[in-house]
């Protein structure tokens, strides 16, 4: 019923930017919280960062706040993490996370994207 899509992830070297999106379709009637996580190899997957419908921001990961921005355009459904000064521990599988109400359904649902790896050289 919904669908989240991420793009972005890639293979870049230490200091440089990456932009993840996430776009969510289907039957959706209201997104609620949106956010991103990482799995590293070997790793439990980890909050990275959140934003909610109004655009309020968390960063639970203390190493990206500073140069992780995560943002959204509710007009789009998408969810944006721009990363900037990448290191190698920042290597992992991006996924995105979305609180969705579908049509007909009176509760948020949480909802996964694929994810997208990114690899820092360095």
């Known amino acids: 019923q919904v669908q989240l899509v991420e793009s972005g992830g890639g293979l870049v070297q230490a200091g440089e930017s990456l932009r993840l999106s996430c776009a969510a379709s289907?039957?959706?009637?209201?997104?609620?919280?949106m956010a991103w996580y990482r799995q590293a190899p070997g790793k439990q997957r980890e909050l990275v960062a959140s934003?909610?419908?109004?655009?309020?921001?968390?960063y639970v990961d203390s190493s990206a706040q500073g140069r992780f921005t995560i943002s959204r355009d509710n007009t789009k459904r998408t969810v944006y993490l721009q990363m900037n000064s990448l290191k190698p521990e920042d290597t992992a599988v991006y996924y995105c996370n979305a609180d969705v109400q579908t049509f007909g359904d009176a509760i948020f649902r949480a909802y996964w994207g694929q994810g997208t790896q990114v690899t820092v050289s360095s």
């Open positions: 289907g039957r959706i009637f209201r997104i609620g919280n």
């Open positions: 934003c909610t419908t109004g655009g309020r921001t968390e």
